[in-house]
């Protein structure tokens, strides 16, 4: 919800505090680069003092800070609330992640895809209630929602939740660096390249569709909304097959169908009706990322450091989000074809996706 009123609220918020594109662009990057560093201290977080604390804690600084950041009246702080908002966004993940592998044990796969569901289904729900909040009352009302809701969900969290990981000392889960075995880092590569392609199709495929495949602004909201849809169904698809026939087997199995559509969808298909299609079959056949990589790596990671695994594949996925969409953009201007551009960034890593993947032994569960 709070990435979601960010980017429907990002117009408003560049008129009120005078920004630049490029000023009122750094305000994901400041919150993705400080989630990705955070997301790995999170995940060691998780592993020795609790899953619980971490959490709480994420929600705790993502209710400060964005709903801080709907009040504040300097851009300076604006910017540096949005620096803990994204220190409790880098918290949230890993420790969710570790709570549901604790969880379910047997169905990881389930557990992660649920998570993917959920924020695919709080990205909805953000971005209407933002619009309609700023349309009445303004951005800072609508940030200050979110962050109520957070505090909330805070609050339910304390209440609720029981953590039933075992704090850890230092002897028992190792050191961070024993948690960096070879699998672990295939892995975080892999989701590196996959969530590349997750945030580059994410945020430069609406303008395919309406510059290249001359769709209106409706047919490409339409056609972005069948995606999150995909991209949900697809997670949740997928994670159940995982706990079925294998993490691995499923990852890769999916990445490499999933490039040939990516290829289909922006090359040859042209007609809405055809490209609603071709993206809900893009969608759900590439939704392993980051879910099912996050409990690939919980499995293949030394004992007792199911949350630091958690932690380094969120925080590569976070990278991507950073890194990702300029690369494509790079590319775009380099070659002024959008259509390739979003073939190099998609299609192709995702055949190298699955074939790290592959390259990962998964231990029989």
């Not at 704090?167 to 028992?172: F, K, L, P």
């Not at 948690?179 to 395919?208: C, K, M, N, Q, R």
């Not at 959008?338 to 996706?353: E, F, K």
């Amino acid at each position: 919800m709070m990435v979601a009123t960010l980017g429907i609220a990002l117009p408003e918020i560049r008129q009120t505090f005078l920004l630049t594109e490029l000023q009122a662009g750094s305000l994901f990057s400041v919150m993705m680069l400080i989630a990705a560093v955070t997301s790995v201290v999170a995940g060691r977080l998780a592993d020795r003092i609790g899953r619980k604390t971490v959490l709480i804690t994420g929600l705790s600084l993502l209710a400060l800070g964005f709903g801080c950041a709907g009040v504040t009246g300097h851009p300076v702080l604006f910017f540096l609330l949005l620096a803990v908002t994204g220190i409790g966004y880098g918290f949230t993940p890993p420790s969710l992640y570790a709570i549901m592998s604790d969880l379910l044990p047997n169905r990881r796969g389930l557990g992660a895809s649920l998570v993917s569901v959920t924020y695919g289904i709080g990205g909805a729900i953000g971005a209407v209630l933002a619009s309609r909040v700023t349309a009445a009352f303004g951005w800072r009302t609508a940030f200050v929602a979110v962050g109520v809701i957070a505090a909330a969900d805070m609050l339910l969290q304390l209440l609720w939740i029981r953590d039933t990981h075992r704090r850890r000392t230092a002897a028992q889960s190792g050191s961070f660096r024993d948690a960096l075995t070879l699998p672990i880092l295939i892995l975080a590569l892999a989701e590196f390249i996959g969530g590349s392609v997750f945030w580059a199709s994410a945020a430069w495929t609406p303008t395919l569709l309406r510059t290249a495949k001359h769709l209106s602004l409706q047919e490409a909201g339409w056609v972005m909304g069948i995606l999150s849809v995909a991209n949900m169904t697809g997670s949740f698809t997928l994670g159940n097959l995982s706990d079925l026939f294998g993490r691995r087997r499923v990852i890769a199995l999916s990445a490499f169908p999933a490039a040939a559509a990516a290829f289909v969808l922006f090359y040859w298909l042209q007609s809405p009706v055809a490209l609603a299609i071709g993206i809900a079959v893009f969608g759900v056949i590439k939704a392993s990322v980051p879910a099912l990589v996050v409990a690939l790596a919980q499995e293949a990671a030394p004992a007792g450091n199911a949350g630091t695994a958690s932690g380094i594949i969120m925080a590569l996925h976070y990278f991507a989000g950073v890194v990702a969409p300029l690369i494509a953009a790079q590319i775009i201007a380099a070659t002024g074809d959008i259509v390739l551009a979003m073939i190099l960034t998609t299609a192709l890593p995702l055949v190298l996706y699955g074939c790290l993947i592959s390259a990962v032994r998964e231990r029989n569960r």
